[in-house]
């Protein structure tokens, strides 16, 4: 048997999800955030699940976020819905509640947040609005084990198996509202709204005229500074320490059993290293996302896409791009999970070629090397410019792309902004943990097995000897493509096998590097590159196609061809750009 | 009383939404969002580079674009 709770968002829907199935889920306070299809078991009734589906408004669905919940219902067909109301957001709430009644799915309003009307000195006849809607109740206070076991009883006794749903009819949305007005009026009794009073107040700082933005710039740069500097890096860099001493320890005891070359190379280069990669960063990824989560959490996020709408817009983008633009400087895998709550396609389309463009946090440590090498005197702006390049070669990108497609687009920006709440510990990290198992899932395995793959390539030839890596595979590959990368500077055939495995993962460009040289990564660099072909080396690292993880998402929402596309795409932008700046820094 | 656009509001006034010049997609998500005729609508701010705006509509706060709110007219209530 299955239940589905369904509901507007920021009703309250996964936090009863969460006490039902005890499971770890997040709560979003940003319109969309639950993406994917969240299950879990009912306790004390056998065979039975529990499905948490994305927030929304109507079935007529606009985002692809709402269709998976409309899919959901219309497909899987659950014996029962669990309509979420949010008690303080009455008439919207009922809208959906009206709708979902039509589909003639046996249906059951948890009634939430009835503790805020009390706080309100509110009052909502229950009985009353159980016999107008024609749908049984049961009141949530504040989700307590009786509660719920009285909500799961009653979605019990109602549950039936549906073979034929009816189609939601083009209908008159007037009539539904007049219909709510009528049993508004006769149900609740609300004198007044503290939270959202207070939001008022927040508000009147943050989204204010002339404070919105400047405060808006500085949460960022404490944010990235946390992040980045702070936090991030100093985690990393223990975490290589850690990583550098087990593989140090490892090879001494691989040595003093007398371990196969072939398996020592492939535990300490192979699966060690491509471990290592990942966990490396994953500290900065850790960090940014608990502290977008806190934005998220709060209702803040909402209020930097309101601020941002307008200069997006202009753009071609949407405030809602506001979103996956900052996840961005994470990870572009959970960045362009993101997209999909944007309402307009042309706006999804806009900022799904914009999001590659920011510079993720794998490809920090390569600039940080170079840097270092070739830039030590403004090591601070050099960074910031890499990333602005970025940013303003992908705002160009997405102009041209916006005034080539004179399509029509529908101005759909329409967003909820919640009343603020205190951010709980709770919440921001169920979304963190939320974003960085994106992170964790799509990347890992896959960042795993492309280092094994390269391993493989690399020490081996075409008859499968093992062989020094000059000789490999991989190696023959390379060579054969150096042509090809000269006029941007890249003569020497290792910097080509760092870029292919850097289509793997981006913090595999490094490694191949260190791997295919005996000695230290500084001094293989600074023999490969000048200084002219090392910006070139930067600007192409930054520019060129994503990594497969991302790739691999933009093939799943957005389908095979625009993944090729996107990825052809970039590839010709890095080398152009790569190719004029490498000849313009020749001249001087 | 003429009706005005919801954009011509200054923040706090508030009105009564008259007519929806809207059609299709965009129309009828604004109905779901419950604006339709004969609501009550209050504006609240605008965005700090003055697009989008932010309204009161029963209950709850919507950010809305200015091209669609210029397209929504109501009639203005009195101020308190």
Same mark, same amino acid.
């Given at each position: 048997?299955?239940?589905?709770?369904?509901?507007?968002?920021?009703?309250?829907?996964?936090?009863?999800?969460?006490?039902? $199935?005890?499971?770890?889920?997040?709560?979003?306070?940003?319109?969309?955030?639950?993406?994917?299809?969240?299950?879990?078991?009912?306790?004390?009734?056998?065979?039975?699940?529990?499905?948490?589906?994305?927030?929304?408004?109507?079935?007529?669905?606009?985002?692809?976020?709402?269709?998976?919940?409309?899919?959901?219902?219309?497909?899987?067909?659950?014996?029962?819905?669990?309509?979420?109301?949010?008690?303080?957001?009455?008439?919207?709430?009922?809208?959906?509640?009206?709708?979902?009644?039509?589909?003639? *799915?046996?249906?059951?309003?948890?009634?939430?947040?009835?503790?805020?009307?009390?706080?309100?000195?509110?009052?909502?006849?229950?009985? !009353? %609005?159980?016999?107008?809607?024609?749908?049984?109740?049961?009141? @949530?206070?504040?989700?307590?084990?009786?509660?719920?076991?009285?909500?799961?009883?009653? $979605?019990?006794?109602?549950?039936?198996?549906?073979? !034929?749903?009816?189609?939601?009819?083009?209908?008159?949305?007037?009539?539904?509202?007049?219909?709510?007005?009528? *049993?508004? !009026?006769?149900?609740?009794?609300?004198?007044?709204?503290?939270?959202?009073?207070?939001?008022?107040?927040?508000?009147?700082?943050?989204?204010?005229?002339?404070?919105?933005?400047?405060?808006?710039?500085?949460?960022?740069?404490?944010?990235?500074?946390?992040?980045?500097?702070?936090?991030?890096?100093?985690?990393?860099? $223990?975490?290589?320490?850690? @990583?550098?001493?087990?593989?140090?320890?490892?090879?001494?005891?691989?040595?003093?059993?007398?371990?196969?070359?072939?398996?020592?190379? +492939?535990?300490?280069?192979?699966?060690?290293?491509?471990?290592?990669?990942?966990?490396?960063?994953?500290?900065?990824?850790?960090?940014?996302?608990?502290?977008?989560?806190?934005?998220?959490?709060?209702? #803040?996020?909402?209020?930097?896409?309101?601020?941002?709408?307008?200069? +997006?817009?202009?753009?071609?983008?949407?405030?809602?791009?506001?979103?996956?633009?900052?996840?961005?400087?994470?990870?572009?895998?959970?960045?362009?999970?993101?997209?999909?709550?944007?309402?307009?396609?042309?706006?999804?389309?806009? $900022?799904?070629?914009?999001?590659?463009?920011?510079?993720?946090?794998? &490809?920090?440590?390569?600039?940080?090397?170079?840097?270092?090498?070739?830039?030590?005197?403004?090591?601070?702006?050099?960074?910031?410019?890499? #990333?602005?390049?970025?940013?303003?070669?992908?705002?160009?990108?997405?102009?041209?792309?916006?005034?080539?497609? &004179?399509?029509?687009?529908?101005?759909?920006?329409?967003?909820?902004?919640?009343?603020?709440?205190?951010?709980?510990?709770?919440?921001? +990290?169920?979304?963190?943990?939320?974003?960085?198992?994106?992170?964790?899932? !799509?990347?890992?395995?896959?960042?795993?097995?492309?280092?094994?793959?390269?391993?493989? %390539?690399?020490?081996?030839?075409?008859?499968?000897?093992?062989?020094?890596?000059?000789?490999?595979?991989?190696?023959?590959?390379?060579?054969?493509?150096?042509?090809?990368?000269?006029?941007?500077?890249?003569?020497?055939?290792?910097?080509?096998?760092?870029?292919?495995?850097?289509?793997?993962?981006?913090?595999?460009?490094?490694?191949?590097?260190?791997?295919?040289?005996?000695?230290?990564?500084?001094?293989?660099?600074?023999?490969?590159?000048?200084?002219?072909?090392?910006?070139?080396?930067?600007?192409?690292?930054?520019?060129?196609?994503?990594?497969?993880?991302?790739?691999?998402? @933009?093939?799943?929402? #957005?389908?095979?061809? &625009?993944? @090729?596309?996107?990825?052809?795409?970039?590839?010709?932008?890095?080398?152009?750009?790569?190719?004029?700046?490498?000849?313009?820094?020749?001249?001087? | 009383?003429?009706?005005?656009?919801?954009?011509?509001?200054?923040?706090?006034?508030?009105?009564?939404?008259?007519?929806?010049?809207?059609?299709?997609?965009?129309?009828?998500?604004?109905?779901?969002?419950?604006?339709?005729?004969?609501?009550?609508?209050?504006?609240?701010?605008?965005?700090?580079?003055?697009?989008?705006? =932010?309204?009161?509509?029963?209950?709850?706060?919507?950010?809305?674009?200015?091209?669609?709110? =210029?397209?929504?007219?109501?009639?203005?209530?009195?101020?308190?």
């Amino acid at each position: 048997m299955t239940f589905a709770l369904v509901g507007n968002q920021n009703s309250g829907k996964t936090s009863i999800f969460n006490r039902i $199935t005890n499971m770890n889920q997040h709560v979003g306070n940003f319109p969309g955030v639950t993406v994917d299809i969240t299950l879990g078991e009912v306790p004390n009734i056998s065979n039975c699940q529990i499905v948490d589906l994305p927030g929304l408004y109507s079935l007529e669905t606009y985002s692809e976020d709402e269709n998976v919940t409309k899919n959901f219902l219309y497909t899987n067909k659950p014996e029962a819905i669990i309509n979420v109301v949010d008690s303080m957001n009455l008439q919207r709430a009922l809208y959906l509640s009206l709708q979902l009644k039509e589909i003639g *799915i046996p249906m059951v309003i948890a009634l939430n947040m009835l503790d805020e009307v009390k706080k309100n000195n509110g009052r909502i006849n229950i009985e !009353k %609005l159980e016999k107008m809607i024609e749908v049984p109740i049961v009141p @949530i206070t504040s989700i307590t084990e009786k509660e719920l076991e009285k909500l799961l009883t009653v $979605t019990r006794k109602i549950a039936k198996k549906s073979n !034929k749903l009816n189609e939601i009819k083009k209908e008159n949305v007037e009539m539904k509202y007049n219909k709510i007005d009528n *049993i508004y !009026k006769e149900v609740i009794f609300l004198p007044q709204n503290k939270r959202e009073k207070k939001s008022y107040k927040i508000d009147t700082i943050l989204t204010n005229k002339i404070l919105g933005i400047p405060i808006f710039i500085g949460i960022m740069y404490i944010i990235f500074t946390l992040t980045f500097e702070i936090i991030g890096e100093n985690l990393s860099n $223990t975490l290589q320490d850690g @990583i550098d001493i087990v593989s140090e320890n490892l090879i001494i005891y691989l040595d003093s059993i007398n371990c196969s070359i072939i398996i020592k190379s +492939l535990l300490v280069d192979g699966i060690i290293k491509g471990i290592g990669a990942v966990l490396s960063f994953l500290p900065i990824i850790i960090t940014l996302y608990f502290l977008l989560s806190i934005l998220e959490d709060s209702g #803040y996020m909402t209020r930097i896409a309101f601020i941002m709408d307008r200069p +997006l817009h202009k753009i071609g983008l949407s405030g809602r791009s506001i979103v996956p633009m900052l996840l961005g400087f994470g990870c572009s895998v959970p960045a362009i999970l993101s997209i999909r709550t944007i309402e307009s396609e042309k706006e999804r389309d806009l $900022t799904l070629n914009l999001v590659p463009f920011i510079s993720c946090s794998a &490809k920090i440590p390569i600039y940080t090397i170079f840097i270092q090498l070739f830039f030590k005197e403004n090591k601070g702006l050099a960074m910031l410019i890499l #990333y602005l390049v970025g940013i303003i070669i992908g705002i160009g990108i997405t102009i041209y792309i916006k005034t080539r497609n &004179k399509k029509e687009t529908e101005n759909l920006f329409l967003m909820e902004l919640p009343n603020y709440r205190m951010p709980s510990i709770k919440n921001t +990290l169920h979304l963190m943990w939320n974003k960085t198992t994106e992170f964790i899932d !799509k990347s890992f395995t896959i960042i795993f097995f492309t280092s094994l793959i390269i391993w493989f %390539l690399k020490s081996f030839d075409w008859n499968l000897n093992w062989i020094d890596s000059k000789n490999s595979m991989l190696a023959s590959i390379s060579k054969s493509l150096v042509p090809f990368f000269i006029p941007i500077g890249f003569k020497d055939w290792r910097i080509i096998t760092a870029i292919i495995t850097g289509i793997s993962a981006k913090e595999a460009i490094l490694s191949t590097l260190t791997v295919l040289s005996n000695t230290n990564i500084e001094s293989i660099i600074a023999t490969i590159f000048t200084y002219n072909s090392s910006i070139s080396f930067m600007v192409f690292t930054l520019l060129y196609t994503p990594c497969i993880s991302a790739l691999g998402v @933009i093939k799943k929402e #957005y389908g095979t061809k &625009k993944a @090729i596309k996107i990825g052809i795409n970039q590839f010709c932008i890095a080398y152009i750009v790569a190719f004029l700046t490498y000849n313009l820094f020749s001249f001087f | 009383m003429e009706n005005i656009e919801i954009s011509k509001l200054k923040p706090k006034e508030k009105g009564i939404i008259k007519e929806i010049n809207l059609s299709g997609k965009i129309r009828n998500r604004l109905l779901e969002l419950g604006i339709v005729e004969n609501t009550k609508v209050k504006l609240i701010r605008f965005a700090p580079l003055g697009d989008p705006i =932010q309204i009161s509509i029963r209950g709850y706060n919507l950010a809305i674009r200015k091209e669609i709110a =210029q397209r929504i007219k109501i009639s203005k209530t009195e101020r308190n």
